[in-house]
């Protein structure tokens, strides 16, 4: 089986930063894509950034100049180093992971557990 679990929420104020990290493990061949989503209390889920095996990355406008999304592929994390961050960044964060296990033949979808990030205004 595989684990997503992700870490390094908190409660910042506005402007502040914070780095999101990820890490999947156990019987994993290869991870396609991994990315975060955040949920808003009332909201629905949405995609925060994501990034391919290759480096390529894709992020949300609202996102776009303040956070940026890393891999490391040797250790099977990745991160979200989000900067000037606002309210209305307020969220549950979640990390997502699209993973090749040994053995298998198709990659499967992975969740983690969330993290909650509050920034006070």
């Known amino acids: 089986q595989v684990q997503v679990v992700e870490s390094g929420g908190g409660v910042v104020q506005a402007g502040g930063s914070l780095r999101l990290s990820c890490a999947a493990s156990g019987r994993i061949f290869s991870i396609k894509v991994m990315g975060w989503y955040r949920q808003a209390p009332g909201k629905q889920r949405e995609l925060v950034a994501f990034?391919?095996?290759?480096?390529?990355?894709n992020y949300t406008d609202s996102v776009k100049g303040r956070f940026t999304i890393s891999r490391d592929n040797a250790k099977n994390t990745v991160y979200l180093q989000m900067n000037s961050l606002k309210p209305e960044d307020t969220a549950v964060y979640y990390c997502n992971a699209d993973v090749l296990q040994f053995g298998s033949f198709a990659f499967l979808n992975y969740w983690g557990q969330g993290t909650q990030v509050t920034v006070s205004s």
């Open positions: 990034i391919t095996n290759g480096g390529s990355t």
